[in-house]
């Protein structure tokens, strides 16, 4: 045998040898894996005997309690049980369509559209009949909890309980006002207060755009009004000046007959200045002015309702026409939005009507209490201790806040008779406030200067926000721009508690910047003592202030300073100023402030308030 063949058997030897192992191996797994399904036949077998014996025991143990359980019968009619038996009932179609069901459809459809409208028109109908709102409080009294203008209804009493034939019922008295019991009417011009009303909340009378007038019964020995704003009983809180309480003074003070009114309106007109409205009657519409906003057969007069629609709609048209340059002035005027504005004029108007002089006896500035007033000057007595929250809320016409001071009780709250009365007075709010509630001088953008005197120990959050502003032709921040602090910084954090927010913030929607606070300062202001009227003359005595070296004293005829201006100077410890050679028997407007000499360059301070006087003859 050759090499090659032996080489050839030993490997055919060897590879039978390997395939021999190779199925022994095979074989052995096959024999375990079978084995083990086997075993798990067997589990599975067992898991079902026990499943089957513990489902027996569940079933027999619920038999023997259904058969302990004690038999009832339920207790129910006949003639109530819902069957397909019941005569003249069909029996329930079960998969069937019933005959007409598209028909039936339409019919619940149509059935549920008229019931909703009946509904929502009965809703609205109870809403313009049904005017007030009652609830029982203790001992017999009433509450109004809220009373709904029908549209037409300027003057309001409440007093007792209104049945719902209209007639009052005098054995239930109204004692208190809720919360926005009156709330956003447009149309109450007049609110009568009862003799039983002991309650009314800040926030009882809110956004009554023309209420002019809150009168209190003299018998009620809770409340009471000066002149048509609501006081409490002694004197010492003011609760709501009326937002369109400058149409009060405006009647009172000779205005009336500047109101652009149709005759057909019936408005009643009193105090000096009626009969000229009376005689002068209705401003003739411009040239042009449209059809629909005249009066109807009232000779191409116009119809207040429609004045102010119109001025904004047609504002350069009216700037440029002089057709009713002989007629009495439109109300918008007093505003200075027209080319006819008269700045004498409006310094008048704003004096009279929209200058208010909180009386002496007042320590407490109420909630909202000149929320939205049109007022341009406040006078609040030093003695103020409280100004509580959003107490002159937006009130966007106000320009200034004084303090003052009297050695004589003032109740008058017009200015010209309040003056004589007034021995000083200063800017800003009172020394001797503890407490600024929140909100309280809320986007007051007339203003240009505050001041926090030591006294204050609270601040509300949002003092004066949107306060300050950006003025559009100048791209200067505008209006409470910087904020004037007695004390010391670190002092003052410590002893005040201080709301988030309080400092006026610019916010323009990308970036905010909070104005500058100025701590450790002065008042800057002059304190006038008393004015002394003479023949073609007058003379302002001041309090010195060792911070000036001297002082300057401008006047002129009218309160803008820029008709017929001029200025006298006084020096070291002078304390008055004489300005002679005036007309006879003409008003005079004048303002003081010190000044000092810094590095050869006179520095001065902020003016003193304006004040005015006339010369004799």
Not at 226 to 246: A, R, S
């Amino acid at each position: 045998m050759s090499k090659k063949e032996k080489d050839n058997l030993q490997e055919n030897e060897f590879t039978a040898s390997v395939n021999e192992n190779e199925l022994e191996e095979m074989a052995q797994e096959a024999e375990e894996i079978k084995a083990e399904e086997a075993a798990e036949e067997q589990e599975e077998e067992s898991a079902e005997v026990k499943s089957e014996e513990d489902g027996d025991f569940l079933a027999k143990e619920a038999k023997e309690m259904a058969e302990q359980a004690p038999e009832y019968t339920l207790d129910i009619p006949e003639d109530e049980i819902w069957t397909y038996q019941i005569e003249g009932l069909q029996a329930p179609k079960i998969n069937h369509s019933y005959a007409n069901a598209k028909k039936s459809k339409i019919a619940v459809v149509l059935i549920l559209l008229v019931a909703i409208s009946l509904s929502i028109f009965f809703s609205v109908r109870a809403l313009k009949t049904t005017e007030y709102t009652f609830s029982a409080v203790d001992k017999g009294g009433f509450e109004l909890v809220s009373y709904v203008n029908p549209g037409n209804i300027r003057e309001v009493t409440v007093d007792y309980y209104i049945n719902s034939d209209g007639t009052r019922d005098k054995t239930k008295p109204i004692t208190e006002l809720h919360d926005y019991a009156f709330n956003c009417d447009s149309s109450i011009e007049r609110i009568n207060i009862g003799k039983d009303v002991k309650r009314i909340d800040g926030k009882s009378i809110y956004s009554c755009w023309n209420l002019q007038y809150v009168d209190v019964d003299d018998e009620n020995p809770y409340y009471c009004d000066i002149d048509g704003v609501l006081y409490n009983k002694d004197k010492t809180e003011i609760i709501l000046y009326p937002i369109d309480y400058d149409r009060t003074r405006r009647l009172k003070e000779g205005f009336a007959h500047l109101e652009w009114e149709c005759e057909a309106c019936g408005r009643k007109y009193d105090g000096e200045g009626a009969e000229k409205y009376k005689t002068e009657t209705n401003a003739v519409a411009p040239e042009g002015f449209p059809e629909d906003y005249k009066c109807p057969g009232k000779d191409g007069k116009a119809c207040p309702s429609k004045q102010s629609e119109y001025y904004w709609a047609f504002h350069s048209e009216l700037e440029e026409d002089d057709s009713t340059k002989d007629n009495p002035r439109y109300m918008w005027e007093l505003w200075g939005t027209t080319a006819k504005y008269d700045s004498d004029f409006f310094d008048d108007y704003n004096l009279k009507t929209r200058t208010y002089v909180i009386p002496s006896t007042v320590t407490k500035i109420g909630q909202l209490a000149f929320a939205y007033s049109n007022l341009t000057d406040l006078y609040i007595p030093e003695g103020v201790t409280v100004i509580d929250n959003q107490a002159i809320f937006k009130d966007e016409e106000l320009k200034h806040i004084y303090t003052y001071k009297t050695e004589t009780p003032i109740e008058g709250t017009f200015y010209n008779d309040a003056l004589p009365q007034i021995t000083e007075f200063y800017h800003s709010i009172p020394d001797g406030v503890t407490t600024i509630g929140s909100d309280a001088f809320y986007h007051l953008r007339g203003l240009d200067y505050i001041y926090i005197p030591s006294s204050v120990k609270e601040i509300g959050h949002h003092l004066m926000w949107e306060a300050v502003y950006k003025d559009e032709d100048t791209k200067e921040l505008t209006g409470l721009n910087e904020v004037f602090v007695q004390e010391k910084e670190e002092k003052f954090k410590e002893t005040c508690d201080l709301g988030q927010n309080w400092i006026p913030e610019y916010n323009n929607g990308l970036f905010s910047k909070k104005v500058p606070v100025y701590y450790g300062e002065a008042r800057k202001t002059v304190l006038f003592s008393t004015i002394y009227p003479g023949v073609k003359s007058f003379t302002v005595s001041y309090k010195a202030s060792e911070e000036y070296e001297g002082y300057e004293l401008e006047y002129a005829t009218n309160n803008a300073f820029d008709k017929d201006n001029k200025t006298v100077e006084s020096k070291g410890d002078d304390t008055t100023i004489k300005v002679e050679k005036l007309e006879a028997e003409k008003e005079y407007f004048f303002r003081v402030r010190g000044y000092k000499t810094v590095n050869g360059k006179k520095e001065y301070s902020a003016w003193s308030a304006i004040r005015s006087t006339r010369t004799w003859k």
